[in-house]
C-alpha cells in the first residue's frame, strides 16, 4: 500500500516541477488544474482504502519502522487529504481569474503546489522530524506565495509571518531535540510507548514546547499576531488557501501528539489548552469586530474559530474530539469559501473595505446568496455544518459541567453573527457610496466562471454537510475513536502490539 500513501505526495511535487518549467506560459495554470484534480482524485482513493482495510504504513526506502520514514494515514489524516485536495482545486480554478501573468511568470503555481505536498506530508508522516521537514516545505511556500508582487504591505506582512513562524520552528526543534535524547525515537507510533520510560517532568516542558510551537501554527491566542497581520495582504487566492488550511495543520499536529503521544498528565497540559481555547475564541472574535475590512475580518475570525477546535482537545472526551473532527473539516471549506467571496466583491466593487463597497445584493443577487451560506455556517445558524460543529462541543462541554467554556462558545458565536451581519450591511446591503452598480456581468465570461465555480462547489459542500451531517458524524466518531485508541495505528506502523 506504499504506493497510494505516497502518490498524494508525488502529485503535488510533479505539478510544481511541470508548473514551474512552464511559469512563463498560460499552460502553468491548467496544469495546476490538473494536477490538484489528478491529487483529488488519489486523495479518494486513499480514503478508500482507509475505511476498507483501516489504518494503513508504508515504510519508505525499505527501512523498517521505527528506523525509515513512515507514511501512515487513518481516517483523520485521509480527511484531511481529501479536504486539502478539495480547497486545492478550487483555488487552482479560482487563480484562473485571480493572479495575473506576472505573478505566473514569478512561479506562483509551483509555489502553490509546493505548499500542498508541505500540508499533504504533515498529515500523514509518521515520523516527528519529517513533520517538521513539511513544516518548513510550507513556511518557505507559503512566504513566496505571501510576497509575490513585492508591495511594500506584502513585505510587511510577510515580515511578521515568517519571523514568529521561525520562533516556532526553534521550539519544535527544541522539543525534538529534548524528546529523541530521553527515548532514542522520534517514530509517533514507538514514541507511544516510549515515553512510559522517560522521566515525566520533562516530559511535561517537552509537551509545552510542542505546545507552544504548535501553538504558533495553529494561530491560538496569544501566539496568532502573525496572522492578522499577513493574511489580508497576498492574492486572495493566496488567502484562501492559507485560510482554509495553514493553520489547521497546527491543529491537525496537536490533536495528533496529544491524543497519542503526550497523554500521560492529561490535567496540567489539558488546562492549559482549555483557557487558551477560551482566550483565543474571544480575543479573535474581538479583533473581527473591531475591524472595517472584509479580509481583515475573516483573518480574525479564523483565530476565533481556531478556539473551538482547541476546545475539543482541551476537554478530551469522545463527543469533545468528534466535534473538533468535525469542525476541522467544516471550517476548512468555509473558510476557504469566504475569502474566494472577498476576492469577487474586491473585483467588483472596488476593495474589501467596507466603507468603500455596497450594493452588492442589488447588483449581483447570486454572490450575496453565495456569501451567506458560508457567513451563516461560520456563525452556527442551522442547518448549515457550522450548527452542528458548534452544537457538538457545547454538548461536550455541558456534559462535563464545563459551563464556563460552553458560555463562551455560545456568546463568542453571537460576536460572530455581529461581524457577518455588519459585512451584510454595508457590503451587500447598503448602496455603494460613489453610486456604481458592481455586477458579476462586469467580468469576462472566462473570469465569472472560474470564480464562481469553486464558490459554488464549496457553498453546496456546506450546504451538505449541514443538512445530512448524519454520514459526517459517524466519520467524526469513528476517527475520534481511533485517536483515542491509537492500538491499530501503532499496531498499523510497527506490526506489533504497543
Known amino acids: 500500500m506504499s504506493w497510494v500513501l505516497a502518490l498524494p505526495l508525488v502529485i503535488p511535487f510533479l505539478t510544481a516541477v511541470l508548473a514551474f518549467l512552464t511559469r512563463q506560459s498560460p499552460l502553468g495554470r491548467w496544469i495546476s488544474v490538473v494536477g490538484s484534480a489528478v491529487l483529488l482524485a488519489a486523495s479518494i482513493v486513499l480514503m478508500n482504502v482507509v475505511l476498507r482495510d483501516g489504518v494503513i504504513a508504508g515504510q519508505m526506502g ?20 481529501v479536504i486539502t485536495a478539495i480547497v486545492a482545486l478550487a483555488v487552482s480554478i479560482y487563480a484562473i481569474a485571480d493572479v495575473d501573468e506576472g505573478m505566473e511568470r514569478l512561479g506562483y503555481h509551483a509555489l502553490f503546489n509546493m505548499l500542498i505536498a508541505g500540508v499533504v506530508g504533515a498529515f500523514i508522516t509518521g515520523d516527528l522530524f519529517n513533520l517538521y ?21 506584502q513585505i510587511d506582512g510577510g515580515v511578521k509571518y515568517v519571523a514568529l513562524n521561525l520562533v516556532s520552528t526553534i521550539m519544535f526543534l527544541t522539543g525534538i531535540g529534548l524528546l529523541y535524547g530521553m527515548t532514542g525515537t522520534l517514530n509517533m507510533a514507538d514514541l507511544a510507548s516510549a515515553v512510559d520510560n522517560a522521566d515525566q517532568r520533562i516530559l511535561t516542558l517537552v509537551a509545552v514546547l510542542f505546545m507552544i510551537a ?9 501566539l496568532f499576531f502573525w496572522l492578522p497581520a499577513s493574511y489580508h495582504t497576498p492574492a486572495f487566492a493566496v488567502s484562501a488557501v492559507f485560510a482554509g488550511l495553514l493553520t489547521k495543520v497546527g491543529v491537525y499536529a496537536l490533536l495528533r501528539i496529544f491524543t497519542l503521544i503526550f497523554d500521560h498528565d492529561t490535567a496540567f497540559t489539558h488546562t492549559i489548552l482549555l483557557w487558551v481555547a477560551g482566550l483565543t475564541m474571544v480575543v479573535g472574535v474581538l479583533g473581527a469586530a473591531a475591524q472595517s475590512d472584509m479580509r481583515k475580518i475573516l483573518s480574525f475570525h479564523i483565530v476565533s474559530q481556531i478556539g473551538y477546535m482547541i476546545m475539543g482537545l482541551a476537554l478530551l472526551t469522545p463527543l469533545a474530539i468528534v466535534g473538533a473532527v468535525f ?35 442589488k447588483s449581483a443577487p447570486l454572490l450575496a446568496v453565495l456569501f451567506v451560506v458560508p457567513a451563516f455556517s461560520l456563525a452556527g445558524f442551522p442547518p448549515l455544518s457550522g450548527f452542528w460543529a458548534k452544537f457538538l462541543l457545547v454538548k461536550a462541554a455541558l456534559d462535563v459541567q464545563g459551563w464556563i467554556i460552553a458560555g463562551i462558545a455560545l456568546v463568542v458565536g453571537l460576536l460572530t453573527i455581529y461581524s457577518m451581519t455588519k459585512i451584510w450591511a454595508q457590503a451587500f ?40 451531517p448524519e454520514p459526517f458524524v459517524r466519520f467524526a466518531e469513528a476517527s475520534a475513536a481511533q485517536l483515542l485508541d491509537p492500538t491499530p495505528y501503532i499496531e498499523a506502523v510497527l506490526g506489533v502490539q504497543p
Not at 344 to 357: D, E, P, Y
Not at 445 to 453: E, F
Open 133 to 153: 521537514v513539511w513544516f518548513e516545505v510550507m513556511l518557505i511556500a507559503s512566504f513566496g506565495l505571501l510576497v509575490l508582487g513585492g508591495r511594500p504591505e
Open 62 to 81: 525499505g527501512w523498517s519502522a521505527p528506523f525509515g520514514i513512515t507514511l501512515v494515514a487513518d481516517l483523520l489524516s485521509a480527511v484531511m487529504v
Open 429 to 468: 446591503w447598503e448602496p455603494h457610496p460613489d453610486g456604481i452598480e458592481p455586477k458579476l456581468s462586469n467580468l469576462s465570461s472566462r473570469n465569472r466562471a472560474a470564480m464562481l465555480v469553486p464558490i459554488s462547489g464549496l457553498a453546496a459542500l456546506t450546504v451538505i454537510i449541514g443538512v445530512m
Open 327 to 361: 469542525y476541522l473539516v467544516h471550517h476548512i471549506v468555509v473558510k476557504a469559501n469566504l475569502f474566494l467571496i472577498a476576492g469577487v466583491a474586491q473585483r467588483i466593487a472596488g476593495g474589501t473595505k467596507l466603507s468603500r463597497i455596497g450594493g452588492l445584493y
Open 214 to 222: 504548535f501553538g504558533v501554527k495553529a494561530a491560538v491566542f496569544p
